[in-house]
């Protein structure tokens, strides 16, 4: 291959990406760039971060009254429903945007709010099958919610899964889009948003199944094990399993495997924010440094993660992070409440690590899919090569064999 079309073929495939443009930009910037094959190119942005900033206004929409509800009873009521039009999607797909009642961490209720799409055609008898998706790391503010964002922030993941017939309920996590602070990396919270994001939508939109599979990457990967956990005590509907792709693993090991790798500012900035929201006694300053503090605002207030992770640049959990953080007792609740592989599930587990992953350390999760193992769940766990995005694409094929078995009713195999 020659080595244009190899620059053309790393540029196309990076550009179909989530956040393609900014990764399209960092490979133009680095190591291509230093090895010469990019000579001759266009040199990086003078302003990557007003650059980030208008490229996150470019895909916004814009946060209107339908989000403005309080809740009003029990978990999984709709509070609102309407047809959208706002999102890109692909031909002959229908967007429906929700906002329902959940529950948060401390069981409080919350409203929360959620894309709903259906695939061109008619849905087959027993209605859609479902995959519930949970989107990973978007931000803490209200405007970074998938639903306000006109790609849904993962545009090539609900085409696949449009494509091959399933229509998809993406919860935003109550905090964003909906409700009022986000519990950013809380199992507990996140997942049951995305439970009764499934009841709400099947109340919805009736020509939704009974059936489902939630797929998470990310944040949404934790949170993908914890509807699988939640879903023993509390069945919504048909659950059939769980894809859990680059989850994020409880805190403390992980930022030990993380502490020197780059552009982690914006993660800590957010969990700091998360535990300082369910806990009263606990600030920010009591697990971040000086340095961590110093754009801490900024990553709350002025963009999403695409802006954040410009704004951490060079930034390292080493150098941000207070050395005994996690001794806090509001930190340390923080990470005990995310250790989520100590009980069964209710369905199957496929699991996802990337050799390469700069941001979740693939030793951390096999160890997690391990210790799920012993709990005698049927775990499927696989390492690719890519990073913690560049796993998605390289598993998609897998992952759409292992969700159609779920529904075929195929017993799920095992790597244990």
């Not at 699991?351 to 979740?360: F, I």
């Not at 995005?389 to 998609?396: H, I, K, R, T, Y």
Request: net charge neutral.
């Amino acid at each position: 291959m020659s080595t244009a079309l190899t620059l053309a073929w790393v540029i196309s495939f990076l550009g179909r990406m989530r956040n393609g443009a900014r990764w399209v930009a960092a490979v133009l910037a680095g190591g291509l760039l230093a090895g010469g094959l990019l000579a001759g190119c266009a040199p990086p942005p003078a302003d990557p971060v007003g650059q980030a900033k208008a490229e996150e206004a470019a895909n916004a929409l814009p946060r209107d009254a339908f989000y403005e509800v309080s809740p009003d009873g029990a978990a999984g009521r709709v509070l609102r429903a309407e047809k959208f039009t706002g999102w890109r999607v692909p031909a002959g797909a229908t967007g429906t945007r929700l906002v329902y009642n959940s529950r948060s961490a401390q069981d409080r209720p919350v409203a929360a709010s959620a894309a709903v799409l259906t695939p061109a055609g008619t849905p087959p008898a027993g209605g859609w099958p479902v995959i519930a998706w949970a989107h990973g790391t978007s931000g803490v503010a209200r405007q970074c919610a998938p639903s306000l964002m006109q790609d849904l922030y993962y545009p090539e993941i609900f085409a696949d899964w449009l494509g091959q017939g399933y229509a998809v309920v993406a919860a935003d996590y109550s905090g964003l889009g909906a409700g009022e602070g986000h519990e950013y990396l809380t199992l507990t919270a996140n997942a049951r948003d995305v439970r009764y994001a499934v009841a709400a939508a099947r109340t919805a939109m009736p020509e939704l199944g009974a059936r489902w599979v939630a797929v998470g990457h990310s944040q949404g990967g934790q949170t993908v094990w914890g509807v699988a956990r939640q879903e023993v005590a509390e069945p919504t509907g048909k659950f059939l399993g769980s894809v859990a792709l680059a989850p994020v693993t409880p805190y403390d090991r992980l930022q030990e495997r993380v502490a020197d790798n780059q552009g982690q500012g914006q993660y800590l900035a957010y969990v700091s924010s998360s535990i300082a929201l369910q806990h009263k006694d606990f600030k920010p300053a009591d697990m971040l440094t000086e340095a961590g503090l110093r754009d801490y605002d900024k990553y709350l207030t002025q963009g999403c993660w695409g802006y954040g992770r410009v704004v951490s640049g060079t930034g390292t959990p080493r150098e941000l992070l207070r050395p005994n953080w996690s001794a806090h007792p509001a930190a340390r609740a923080f990470v005990e409440g995310n250790r989520y592989a100590t009980a069964p599930l209710a369905g199957p587990i496929f699991v996802v690590a990337g050799a390469t992953d700069k941001d979740v350390a693939a030793d951390t999760i096999a160890a997690e899919a391990k210790q799920q193992c012993r709990q005698g769940t049927a775990v499927t766990y696989r390492e690719y090569p890519g990073g913690h995005d560049g796993v998605l694409p390289e598993s998609a094929a897998e992952q759409a064999r292992w969700v159609k078995d779920r529904f075929a009713g195929v017993a799920a195999g095992t790597t244990c």
